[in-house]
């Protein structure tokens, strides 16, 4: 069954961007001329998914406004032949749908996907976190397919250091991956001791959750730091159904902290038709 829906939890305050996120909620910083949400959107729609859920704060207006039609704005971008602008701007409600829920307490990402719920209905769906940005919909459009095969949830993983493992959930995996990177994972731990950690498998910011988890999330107890862990949902999912990762090979791009910003930006630009060249060359007159 294809997913449909995807999550992106944005109800942060984004409080390592002030003061730039006191007015302007981090999800929208741009790169380039494309806020950061956007390529997280592009991702989702790139493996199939039709209905974005984000998960956004009262103290975050910009975020609706971002989604709200401007039939105005596009008929201004057509009249200048700016017709690709026009039709990004389009394609809001018309080629996909956005559902804004509310968090109204920081209370974890566990919380957070739980308030996206009744957006979300009883199917498979993905999770996006937008402090990643990925380099292109391949990881998301594999981990569908290995949800749709087992039955099961399923997580994105990266091999780190064992020393970088404590920021991160952290998997134990029950057996070697295969060709394709997918392993069986045996259970899941939120930010563990580089001692206790079970693996240096740490889960990168991509799901794909069966509707189950939402019965887990809503028995949840504080873990880690305190808060409901969507990681802690998970390995209460392993009890009853096979959990699956796939260790990512693609591009990824912190955007969490202003300098992964600042380098996503940059790497991300060099990529583009558009602006590379001559990025290139200033960087290399600089
Ligand atoms: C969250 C998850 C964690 C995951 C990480 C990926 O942590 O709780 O399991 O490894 O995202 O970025 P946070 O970054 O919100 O502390």
Same mark, same amino acid.
């Given at each position: 069954?294809?997913?449909?829906?995807?999550?992106?939890?944005?109800?942060?305050?984004?409080?390592?961007?002030?003061?730039?996120?006191?007015? %302007?909620?981090?999800?929208? !910083?741009?790169?380039?001329?494309?806020?950061?949400?956007?390529? %997280?959107?592009?991702?989702?729609? *790139?493996?199939?998914?039709?209905?974005?859920?984000? %998960?956004?704060?009262?103290?975050?207006?910009?975020?609706?406004?971002?989604?709200?039609?401007?039939?105005?704005?596009?008929?201004? &971008?057509?009249?200048?032949?700016?017709?690709?602008?026009?039709?990004?701007?389009?394609?809001? @409600?018309?080629?996909?749908?956005?559902?804004?829920?509310?968090?109204?307490?920081?209370?974890?990402?566990?919380?957070?996907?739980?308030?996206?719920?009744?957006?979300?209905?009883?199917?498979?769906?993905?999770?996006?976190?937008?402090?990643?940005?990925? @380099?292109?919909?391949?990881?998301?459009?594999?981990?569908?397919?290995?949800?749709?095969?087992?039955?099961?949830?399923?997580?994105?993983?990266?091999?780190?250091?064992?020393?970088?493992?404590?920021?991160?959930?952290?998997?134990?995996?029950?057996?070697?991956?295969? =060709?394709?990177?997918? !392993?069986?994972?045996?259970?899941?731990?939120?930010?563990?001791?580089?001692?206790?950690?079970?693996?240096?498998?740490?889960?990168?910011?991509?799901? %794909?959750?069966?509707?189950?988890?939402?019965?887990?999330?809503?028995? !949840?107890?504080?873990?880690? *730091?305190?808060?409901?862990?969507?990681?802690?949902?998970?390995?209460?999912?392993?009890?009853?159904?096979?959990?699956?990762?796939?260790? =990512?090979?693609?591009?990824?791009?912190?955007?969490?902290?202003? &300098?992964?910003?600042?380098?996503?930006?940059?790497?991300?630009?060099?990529?583009?038709?558009?602006?590379?060249?001559? !990025?290139?060359?200033?960087?290399?007159?600089?």
């Amino acid at each position: 069954m294809q997913v449909r829906h995807a999550v992106i939890p944005a109800a942060g305050m984004g409080t390592r961007f002030l003061p730039a996120t006191k007015a %302007v909620p981090k999800e929208l !910083l741009p790169i380039g001329d494309t806020p950061a949400i956007q390529f %997280v959107i592009d991702e989702a729609l *790139g493996a199939g998914i039709d209905h974005i859920v984000v %998960v956004s704060s009262r103290h975050k207006p910009g975020i609706e406004s971002y989604f709200e039609p401007r039939p105005d704005l596009v008929e201004a &971008l057509r009249r200048a032949g700016r017709e690709d602008a026009a039709d990004r701007l389009a394609a809001v @409600g018309r080629d996909w749908r956005v559902s804004i829920v509310f968090q109204d307490e920081p209370r974890g990402l566990g919380h957070a996907v739980g308030c996206a719920e009744s957006a979300v209905g009883d199917e498979p769906f993905a999770v996006l976190l937008p402090d990643e940005i990925m @380099g292109d919909s391949s990881l998301l459009a594999q981990m569908n397919g290995v949800c749709a095969a087992s039955g099961g949830s399923v997580v994105a993983l990266k091999a780190v250091n064992p020393e970088e493992v404590s920021a991160y959930g952290v998997v134990d995996p029950m057996s070697d991956p295969d =060709s394709d990177g997918v !392993l069986r994972v045996a259970g899941l731990v939120e930010k563990p001791s580089v001692a206790e950690a079970p693996s240096s498998l740490i889960i990168i910011g991509r799901y %794909v959750l069966t509707p189950d988890v939402f019965g887990e999330i809503s028995r !949840l107890r504080p873990g880690a *730091g305190g808060e409901l862990q969507l990681t802690d949902a998970i390995r209460a999912q392993v009890d009853r159904s096979p959990v699956h990762g796939v260790i =990512s090979t693609i591009a990824r791009y912190d955007t969490g902290t202003p &300098l992964g910003m600042l380098q996503a930006s940059i790497e991300i630009t060099l990529r583009s038709d558009e602006l590379g060249p001559q !990025l290139a060359d200033w960087l290399d007159d600089l």
